[in-house]
């Protein structure tokens, strides 16, 4: 074995990853080769250098911001779900009463026309729904 | 909830910071960007968890999130060109600082910041071996998992990264690493 090109072995040797029977036979190489020896000397010593860097400290406020992102995204769907159907139930009623009032409504032909002409004021259906939808979360929000 | 079970975030959080901060420090160059980055890995992790099926450590596998949250971030932020794989970005040279303050420690000695600022100027295919297995303790095996790169891969980027590094900040009698 080339034990001079072996770059794995020598690596593996510095981080004392080797075989005890590999190891053995690297250190006899090492023994009569002084260049292996001295990039092994190098690399053992940069390696120990690094050993004692330490890890850059983590600003403590970003972990607080993290836990609180993640607290909030994990609970988004939740809440997503909980606001879907709160506007669901919204619309429902809204739409419930509007064509309850229109069913109750007066009868005769006049009536009719009248009934007819107020049809354009369904457009602001959404608009009374959206208004309700609000005023409700805001309520929760409060309470909460 | 994952497939290995309910999950503690703020444990999580706790246990993993250190090593994610790490990971963002030696790989994206721009310190105003670390802490956006920062969240965005817990956020992915937020994400991916169910996906984790406890084949390696979970720490592994939170390393290799932010690896490649730091990637997608340098590629986002137009310092690479954009057709640029993991793999080339890895090989490639490490991004250019951006000028801060925050670079000064006066804490640590001068030898640590030589060999701090050395660790950064590598390549990021050899920065992030000689981080992951001289810093965190992650084994060969676990830096081939979080790089996707061979076994052998790791130890020649690990070798070459050490020699590089002795080059880089010297040694003999009056270099640093024997003072």
């Keep these: 074995m080339d034990f001079c090109a072996a770059e794995a072995l020598k690596l593996d040797y510095v981080n004392g990853r080797l075989s005890e029977k590999d190891g053995a036979l690297f250190e006899e190489h090492l023994a009569v080769c002084p260049a292996c020896r001295g990039e092994v000397l190098e690399l053992r010593e940069t390696a120990a250098a690094m050993a004692g860097l330490a890890r850059p400290p983590v600003p403590p406020a970003w972990t607080a911001a993290v836990k609180g992102r993640l607290e909030l995204k994990r609970h988004a769907p939740a809440r997503r779900r909980a606001s879907l159907f709160l506007y669901a139930a919204i619309s429902a009623g809204v739409t419930a009463a509007v064509v309850l009032l229109f069913w109750l409504g007066p009868r005769g032909t006049s009536d009719r026309i009248t009934w007819f002409l107020s049809l354009p004021s369904l457009l602001f259906v959404p608009s009374i729904i959206d208004n309700i939808y609000r005023l409700v979360r805001r309520g929760v929000r409060r309470t909460g | ?179």
């Design chain 2, 1 to 179: 909830m994952t497939k290995t079970g309910p999950v503690d975030w703020d444990r999580l959080v706790e246990d993993h910071q250190g090593l994610v901060y790490h990971l963002i420090h030696r790989t994206v160059r721009d310190r105003e960007a670390h802490e956006e980055i920062f969240q965005e890995v817990f956020l992915n992790v937020l994400e991916s968890l169910p996906r984790f099926e406890g084949r390696s450590k979970l720490s592994t596998w939170i390393a290799s999130v932010a690896v490649h949250t730091c990637y997608k971030f340098i590629r986002k932020a137009g310092h690479r060109k954009r057709a640029e794989s993991f793999g080339d970005w890895l090989e490639g040279e490490p991004e250019p600082a951006v000028p801060s303050d925050l670079e000064e420690n006066l804490e640590r000695s001068d030898a640590r910041r030589r060999l701090e600022r050395h660790l950064g100027d590598l390549a990021p295919k050899h920065a992030l071996p000689v981080a992951l297995f001289y810093l965190e303790g992650l084994s060969y095996r676990e830096i081939a998992e979080v790089l996707e790169v061979p076994l052998g891969t790791v130890k020649s980027h690990l070798f070459r990264g050490l020699k590089e590094l002795r080059k880089r900040v010297g040694g003999g009698k009056d270099g640093f690493l024997r003072g």
